[in-house]
């Protein structure tokens, strides 16, 4: 199975309508990478992923290899510190060895990182949230909501 991506006029204007409410510096570092993608970087198609509230569940992202040129993550509730974590499966989370690991500790704290040529991941993309860096305590109405920027492997 592969990732539906669309096209990448559409996915920017997807994208530009998710962040108005956030941070200018939110803004600006997408405006960067979409000037990079659109200029230098072959213009790729691309699939907006947005994600609820992150729990010890497994949220998938992508459930076939892919790239992943941003994530955008928004903290929610209280200021329980929360891990989000991305994990490089299709199916599955972990718990201590995530590929990748947002921390945030204070409400309404949003967090941008962004990979212009894609961070490739060879399985897929399942996230989570929990409250501790290594282990699998749900972060539950803590954590962070958001959305993946992601393309064809």
């Keep these: 199975m592969a990732i539906t991506t669309q096209d990448p006029i559409l996915a920017w204007q997807r994208i530009a309508n ?3 409410n956030l941070k200018p510096y939110i803004q600006s570092e997408l405006n960067a990478v979409k000037s990079y993608l659109v200029q230098q970087g072959g213009n790729p198609k691309l699939l907006v992923v947005p994600f609820s509230i992150l729990s010890d569940s497994e949220t ?3 459930d076939v290899a892919c790239k992943l040129y941003g994530v955008v993550l928004v903290k929610q509730g209280a200021a329980t510190a929360t891990f989000s974590k991305l994990t490089d499966s299709a199916t599955t989370s972990s718990d201590a060895s995530s590929e990748l690991r947002f921390w945030s500790n204070a409400v309404g704290q949003e ?4 990979w212009a ?3 490739p991941f060879a399985s897929g993309i399942t996230m989570q949230g929990n409250t501790t ?3 699998g305590t749900t ?3 803590n954590a962070c909501l958001g959305f993946c920027i992601i393309g064809d492997a």
Excluded: M
């Design 133 to 135: 860096a290594n282990g």
């Design 117 to 119: 040529q894609g961070l």
């Design 111 to 114: 967090q941008i990182a962004t």
């Design 18 to 20: 998710s962040v108005r």
């Design 139 to 141: 972060s539950g109405a």
């Design 60 to 62: 998938v992202i992508s």
